[in-house]
């Protein structure tokens, strides 16, 4: 396995949303030609066709992380919700964990707490919430999980911009990225030109932010991740297919969702289940003809997807060629469109 890596400035790593979502730049590559052009990106619109099914992920973000007093020495902890295990039962990442141990109390309020009641091998803990639902305390007391490369604390701006505009429900702890860039009125244009859009919702876990650290893609494992599609979601996707149709998948989410259940099923079902689906150079694509998507870690597994998109020597160089233009990356970053 070569290593998909680049050099990357601290300073092109995007601190920041952009004003307007759909003004950031968007270069797009032709992985037939490996061809490149750029773009911003509210110009999507002219370079999806009319017969195009755009999919999007319409997952929610949730206010996961949240600060707490209490323990043995009376300090402050982060407590990070991750996922639902029962009633009011969490498993959470508590940072300083050395400070977190079995039996203590981190208060939100003073009738609102969290109690620590077991802690599992890898370090996370079980949790459990008192004096109102884990739903209620992340609404009054949560953080939106900004992840670690945003060097700053959350504003009430990334209650916004860190959501896409058609978020519905679920509980992601970070954004499906490459959605953050439509607008209201950018998908309304979208559909005048004929393109039609669909919905499917992944929730996204902390394990999007896992690295590749194996000697070969084979033994890299991917965190499971429940995924939803419903009836007619899975009609359009199947009826575009039958009829030749450009699969447009908006992100990784949607790319794994599409592909991972294509894999288990041999078609899109209408589910709710789970995929720990890996996408890496070499993966033949069945459903996904087009992909949307922000520009990734190196030597991460969104990268080696995008790779396997297109070319590990075409992403390279379309990385290259963004950082010598000084686009911006990650999550608040530029955007790709691969054909």
């Known amino acids: 396995m ?33 061809e490149m052009k750029e773009h911003v990106f509210a110009d999507i619109v002219n370079l999806l066709r009319p017969d195009d099914l755009l999919v999007l992920n319409d997952t929610k973000v949730q206010r996961a992380r949240l600060y707490g007093v209490g323990g043995q020495a009376g300090r402050k902890v982060e407590i990070f919700l991750v996922d639902k295990l029962k009633d009011d039962e969490w498993l959470c990442l508590v940072r300083p964990g050395k400070k977190a141990h079995n039996g203590d109390k981190f208060y939100f309020s003073a009738r609102e707490y969290c109690e620590i009641i077991s802690i599992l091998a890898d370090g996370s803990r079980r949790v459990r919430f008192v004096g109102a639902p884990a739903s209620e305390i992340m609404e009054k007391f949560g953080r939106m999980p900004l992840p670690p490369y945003i060097k700053r604390d959350d504003t009430s701006v990334d209650r916004k911009m860190y959501q896409t505009v058609y978020a ?100 899109i079902k209408a589910s709710h289940d789970e995929t720990d689906i890996f996408i890496y150079p070499g993966f033949q694509f069945k459903v996904v003809g087009a992909m949307v998507t922000n520009f990734h870690l190196p030597e991460s597994s969104l990268l080696a997807m995008v790779a396997a998109f297109a070319t590990p020597e075409q992403i390279l160089t379309a990385y290259n060629f963004a950082v010598a233009n000084r686009y911006r990356f990650y999550s608040y970053g530029d955007a790709m469109l691969i054909s």
Not at 3 to 30: M, N, V, Y
Not at 226 to 233: C, D, G, L, R, T
Request: proline letters at 3%; charged letters at 30%; a negative charge.
């Open 168 to 267: 519905n429900e679920g509980f992601s702890i970070a954004a499906p990225t490459a959605g953050l860039h439509f607008t209201e009125e950018l998908l309304a244009d979208i559909e005048k030109t004929g393109t039609e859009i669909c919905r499917i919702r992944l929730d996204v876990g902390r394990g999007t932010f896992k690295m590749i650290e194996t000697k070969t893609y084979e033994k890299h494992t991917m965190d499971p991740e429940e995924y939803w599609i419903s009836e007619e979601s899975a009609k359009q996707i199947n009826t575009a297919m039958k009829k030749g149709r450009r699969i447009v998948a908006v992100g990784s989410t949607v790319t794994r969702t599409l592909e991972g259940c294509f894999q288990s099923n041999g078609e």
């Open 2 to 34: 070569e290593k998909i890596t680049f050099q990357l400035p601290d300073d092109l790593i995007a601190q920041h949303p952009l004003e307007r979502r759909d003004r950031c730049k968007l270069l797009h590559l032709d992985s037939s030609s490996g």
